[in-house]
């Protein structure tokens, strides 16, 4: 008797589409909220641009470290 493979069919298939939309997201999305917050600070304290380009650098790597860690969840069920 043959044992099916949970990792395969259509279930693990929209999983995998599912992940790789939400990817992208995550990391543009935390660049874009860190270069806001930023920008809000700049016109705020008149530093313009050192506080968008720090707080941009901040969200870039918050949000990589989000995909890669949403990678080793989710995408590790092979």
């Known amino acids: ?5 949970p990792n395969r069919g259509p279930v693990n298939w929209a999983r995998q589409l599912v992940l790789a ?3 992208p997201f995550l990391l543009i ?8 917050v930023g920008y809000a600070l700049d016109l705020w304290l008149h530093t ?12 870039f790597a918050g949000g990589l470290r989000a995909v890669l860690q949403s990678l080793a969840t989710r995408g590790g069920n092979r």
């Open 21 to 23: 939309l939400d990817l």
């Open 48 to 59: 313009s641009p050192w506080l968008m380009l720090l707080f941009g650098a901040l969200g």
């Open 29 to 36: 999305g935390a660049v874009m909220g860190g270069g806001f």
């Open 1 to 5: 008797m043959a044992v099916e493979d």
